[in-house]
C-alpha cells in the first residue's frame, strides 16, 4: 500500500518570503500522479498542483513550484512571494496511474503566514 | 458551474440516529467517493465507485452504507451514528480516463454525534 508523509505540522513564513513544504512517499508502482491541494479555513479543498511521475520536468503554476525526486520519492512544494491568502492546510496526496483510482493523503502541514 | 454539491454542510445527531450525506455532481465523472477528515490523520477514503450499480469499499469502511443508482448521485448513509464518526466528510469525483488524476472535491460536511 502506498503512503505518504509530511514530516512537518505546522510551518511559517515572513510575507513576500519563500517557505518549502516537505512530502515523502512509498510505493512500488512506476505511473502515478501527485498532487499538492490546500486546504483554508473554509474547508473547501482546492488543487495546486498536479505532477505526473512519468514527467521529468517539475510542475509550476504561478507562484507555486514543485521539487520531484522521483528515485528519492520526494515531492516538495515551493511557495514564493509568501501572501497572507495562502494561510492555509496544504496536503500532499498520491493517486495510482491504475488501480482503484483511490487517493493517499499525508497528515497535512498548517502554513502560517507572518504579516 | 455547480461541480460537486454535498448537503448538508452542517448536521448534529444523537447516538444511534441513522442520517444520509447527498452528493450529486454535474461533471458526468464515472468515479465517485467519500473521504472523511479527522485532526493529524489527514483524508481517509470511506467508500468509492467507479460508475453507476459499483461501488466497493475503501479504508474505512465501517458503519457507512453506500449506493449509486445514478452517474450524478453518491449517498452515505450513517445507519446507526456513532461519536466515533464526528468528522468531516468530503464527496469527490472523477473521470475515469486518467488525463489528469485530479479529484473534484464538495465542500464538505461536518458531522457531530452526541
Known amino acids: 500500500a502506498q503512503t505518504v508523509t509530511q514530516s512537518q505540522p505546522e510551518m511559517s513564513v515572513q510575507e513576500a518570503e519563500t517557505v518549502t513544504l516537505s512530502c515523502t512517499y512509498d510505493?512500488?508502482?512506476?505511473?502515478?500522479?501527485l498532487f499538492w491541494y490546500k486546504q483554508p479555513p473554509s474547508r473547501q479543498m482546492i488543487l495546486v498542483i498536479r505532477?505526473?511521475?512519468?514527467?521529468?520536468q517539475n510542475a509550476t503554476e504561478n507562484r507555486f513550484s514543485v521539487n520531484f525526486q522521483k528515485a528519492a520519492k520526494s515531492f516538495s512544494l515551493k511557495i514564493s512571494d509568501s501572501q497572507l491568502g495562502d494561510a492555509a492546510m496544504y496536503f500532499c496526496?498520491?493517486?495510482?496511474?491504475?488501480?482503484?483510482?483511490?487517493?493517499?493523503f499525508g497528515t497535512g502541514t498548517r502554513l502560517t503566514i507572518i504579516p | 458551474n455547480a461541480g460537486v454539491t454535498q448537503t448538508p454542510k452542517f448536521q448534529v445527531l444523537k447516538t444511534g440516529q441513522s442520517m444520509t450525506l447527498q452528493c450529486a455532481q454535474d461533471?458526468?465523472?464515472?468515479?465517485m467517493s467519500w473521504y472523511r477528515q479527522d485532526p493529524g490523520m489527514g483524508l481517509r477514503l470511506i467508500h468509492y465507485?467507479?460508475?453507476?450499480?459499483?461501488?466497493d469499499q475503501g479504508e474505512v469502511p465501517n458503519g457507512y452504507n453506500v449506493s449509486r443508482s445514478t452517474t450524478e448521485d453518491f449517498p452515505l448513509r450513517l445507519l446507526s451514528a456513532a461519536p466515533s464518526q464526528t468528522s468531516v466528510y468530503f464527496c469527490?469525483?472523477?473521470?475515469?480516463?486518467?488525463?489528469?488524476?485530479?479529484?473534484?472535491f464538495g465542500e464538505g460536511s461536518r458531522l457531530t454525534v452526541l
Open positions: 469527490a469525483s472523477s473521470y475515469w480516463d486518467r488525463s489528469t488524476g485530479e479529484l473534484f
Open positions: 496526496a498520491y493517486r495510482s496511474y491504475f488501480g482503484n483510482e483511490k487517493l493517499t
Open positions: 461533471m458526468n465523472h464515472e468515479y
Open positions: 510505493t512500488s508502482e512506476s505511473d502515478y500522479y
Open positions: 465507485s467507479v460508475g453507476a450499480g459499483i461501488t
Open positions: 505532477q505526473e511521475a512519468y514527467k521529468q
